[in-house]
């Protein structure tokens, strides 16, 4: 295998991206050396390069990018589950120090990894590693998430809302969401019951449970949200949040004897704790994409490694229409 590799490499806080000639030794044991044919972009990247994101623990000048899809050009020497040639996704780096996908090859934990899925393509697989590892953990590992549940999702239109939204109606869950109104009709065609996001709490918990509460409801947004989430909570509930950061009253969740959980997506990569999850979560995604249950909106636009910065800058302007990702290969 060449020694080398073509990377967008950001060298300062809010600094440009700078194709850089990088060297990458052969894999080690328990890695793989997986070719990169797409890399998502992810709000925490722009937040990283920016220097905002010190919890992300990934300083510059680095390589950004958590989520890829790529092919396996090589093993470590005790690897079993992978060979040369295998199609595979995961959320791999871009944290913690670790390479990230911006870049034509990685080394990375194969722990991390799963076999595409075949109805899903380079850039779609690229798309949905960190949201749907996010919402699985939320709803699946922290909620218990069952059939015949009544699930909120607040945000149900964003990255990690859709993962969300698509795993409760593919485990039988009866399924609302809160976004925007011109979103509404997007969510209804998924088989979800809309919500305007601006309505009383009490108002749609009284039309969509007769006052009961949800069962789970997974909170994609924080701060106020977070706080509505405690109050449309059914008692013996679950609320959980990916954005739980803020300083919050428990006196509504704990009125209702309801319990909270919080989802910290990176700390696998920050800690090297509990990867081997996230390539079975992984794998479950395959699953569902295969049989047709889990589907990713693409924005348009394409970019390479060359034009890394527009990505980036249609993210953040907040007009893409669509997951942003980069074609590496």
């Known amino acids: 295998m060449p020694d080398t590799i073509h990377a967008a490499v950001v060298e300062q806080v809010d600094g440009p991206f700078v194709l850089k000639t990088l060297s990458l030794p052969p894999p080690g044991p328990g890695e793989v050396r997986v070719g990169i044919h797409a890399s998502g972009v992810n709000p925490l990247d722009t937040k990283i390069r920016a220097g905002k994101a010190e919890h992300a623990r990934h300083p510059l000048p680095a390589v950004l990018g958590l989520d890829l899809a ?10 079993t589950a992978f060979r040369v040639g295998d199609e595979v996704w995961g959320m791999t780096g871009g944290v913690g120090g670790h390479q990230g996908s911006l870049a034509s090859a990685a080394n990375v934990d194969a722990r991390l990894l799963a076999h595409k899925p075949r109805a899903l393509s380079m850039r779609e697989a690229a798309a949905l590693p960190l949201v749907f590892i996010t919402a699985w953990e939320g709803l699946i590992d922290r909620a ?8 909120l999702v607040q945000g149900g239109s964003g990255g990690v809302g859709r993962a969300a939204v698509q795993i409760a109606l593919a485990r039988g869950a009866d399924v609302y969401a809160t976004d925007r109104p011109e979103r509404a009709g997007e969510l209804a065609a998924m088989g979800v019951t809309p919500i305007d996001r601006a309505r009383p709490v009490d108002d749609y918990v009284a039309q969509c449970t007769g006052g009961d509460g949800f069962d789970v409801v997974y909170d994609t947004v924080g701060g106020a949200v977070l706080d509505a989430s405690f109050r449309a909570v059914r008692r013996f509930g679950h609320v959980v949040s990916a954005l739980g950061w803020g300083t919050h009253s428990l006196a509504p969740l704990s009125f209702r004897s309801a319990t909270y959980s919080g989802v910290f997506t990176l700390l696998p990569l920050l800690s090297g704790e509990g990867r081997s999850h996230y390539g079975r979560i992984m794998a479950e995604a395959a699953l569902l994409a295969d049989a047709g249950k889990l589907r990713v909106t693409l924005d348009p636009h394409h970019f390479t490694l060359a034009d890394v910065a527009d990505a980036h800058a249609l993210l953040t302007s907040q007009a893409a229409r669509g997951k942003v990702v980069v074609d590496i290969a």
């Open 70 to 79: 790529g092919v396996v050009e090589a093993v470590g020497s005790d690897v």
């Open 144 to 151: 218990r998430l069952a059939p015949g549940m009544k699930v």
